[in-house]
């Protein structure tokens, strides 16, 4: 722990050097903002990380811990800045979702029309999705477990692939809570020198590099991967490789090129999943979307709506469908209900069976018949703008 602190802080040194060499050329340059949110994900990275043995000890209290949640391997694929009014298949004019589109009538994939980000950074978003913290409830973060932990607890292999840098800005939080995976395999192991978007002295790939990586996953009958794509990350240009540049002449090619190939790239995940030994289901969302019709990334003082529309699907089996009918039918009836991305942990909790009342609140589990649907609880920026204040909400 004091190693990865250590670590952390020589990342920020190098971080705060690199900015100045490179200007301000940007808003998310800007040295005060960098400063301030690197000290604010580092203690919040230490914080998590003290009370980690605390956590682990709660869990291990509960009762039947270790033998909840269902056999069968679960994936649960992250995007990054992707906002759903740019995808085909949610009615966008481009077809930059050709993939998903041709799916459209297979019952075993679910498309969520009504999804929002808790939070439109990376960072704060997942540190929500991927714990029992959220929006509705006033749990101490270092309190809250985390999908690892708990699928850990229950005795699944867990497993984390990343596209996205392990020491980096972006997900220093996240990598506390990925740092508890059993198996973790991370293409971009540190931080190289930032250049449009690109790292220059580190390995950089496109997110289908993931999807060899799952050739090297040892698979086990109780299972839980989990995969973080770059996906449409600014320098959208860097993202897809030159035969993804479909979208030309407009206003935002590049954006929406990085959508087509993030598609791409769920759908070759999906076919790896196919072959998955006892493969039960496939969640996707986005961490958040992307101010991409104002050209304002997602940053907070630009804020639109936008940035926190986003999508979510789930790919089940057949056996799964044909085993749990009464929740696929749930969840199949609630695909234009309202939602937001703080909940993934319970939607994963109610996929893998795993139903602890300390750690799970039936009210957020949209495969539950108690799942509260009312439009008006619905927060986003945590907690602080209405979901019903969005224009596009209805
Ligand atoms: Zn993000």
Redo the contacts with the bound molecule.
């Keep these: 722990m004091k190693e990865n602190k250590c670590k952390l802080w020589r990342l920020v040194c190098i971080l705060i050097v690199l900015n100045l060499a490179m200007g301000y050329r940007t808003r998310e340059n800007i040295v005060g903002t960098l400063i301030y949110d690197t000290y604010v994900y580092v203690s919040q990275y230490d914080n998590y990380q003290k009370n980690r043995q605390r956590r682990i000890e709660n869990l291990a209290l509960l009762p039947n811990i270790s033998n909840q949640g269902s056999k069968g391997v679960y994936v649960l694929v992250i995007g990054?800045?992707e906002t759903r009014d740019h995808m085909g298949s949610y009615g966008y004019c481009r077809a930059t979702t050709p993939v998903l589109e041709s799916m459209k009538t297979d019952e075993k994939m679910l498309v969520f029309n009504k999804v929002w980000s808790c939070a439109n950074?990376?960072v704060s978003?997942?540190t929500y999705a991927l714990t029992n913290k959220n929006q509705y409830n006033d749990l101490e973060l270092e309190k809250a477990f985390s999908l690892i932990e708990v699928a850990n607890a229950a005795g699944y292999k867990t497993v984390w692939i990343s596209n996205q840098v392990q020491y980096g800005l972006?997900d220093t939080p996240i990598t506390a809570i990925a740092s508890e995976a059993k198996q973790q395999i991370w293409l971009r192991d540190k931080v190289g020198h930032l250049k449009d978007g690109r790292y220059l002295d580190v390995p950089d790939y496109y997110d289908e590099k993931v999807v060899s990586e799952l050739e090297n996953v040892k698979y086990d009958d109780k299972m839980l991967i989990v995969i973080h794509l770059m996906?449409s990350?600014n320098s959208y240009r860097v993202r897809y490789p030159r035969e993804f540049d479909k979208f030309t002449g407009g206003d935002f090619d590049e954006y929406d090129n990085s959508v087509l190939y993030t598609d791409y790239v769920l759908g070759k995940i999906l076919r790896k999943c196919n072959d998955m030994p006892n493969f039960q289901g496939m969640l996707y969302f986005?961490?958040?979307g992307e101010g991409i019709d104002a050209h304002v990334g997602?940053d907070n003082s630009n804020f639109t709506f936008q940035m926190t529309r986003i999508p979510m699907t789930i790919y089940l089996s057949n056996d799964f469908i044909k085993n749990r009918e009464a929740e696929y039918q749930i969840l199949k009836n609630n695909i234009n209900e309202y939602y937001t991305n703080d909940l993934i942990f319970e939607l994963m909790m109610g996929l893998m069976e795993i139903e602890s009342n300390d750690i799970y609140n039936e009210v957020n589990n949209i495969m539950s018949s108690s799942y509260d649907k009312s439009v008006e609880r619905f927060y986003t920026s945590y907690g602080k703008r209405r979901i019903m204040d969005d224009p596009a909400y209805k």
């Design positions: 990054e800045s950074d990376t978003a997942l972006a996906g990350h986005s961490d958040h997602h």
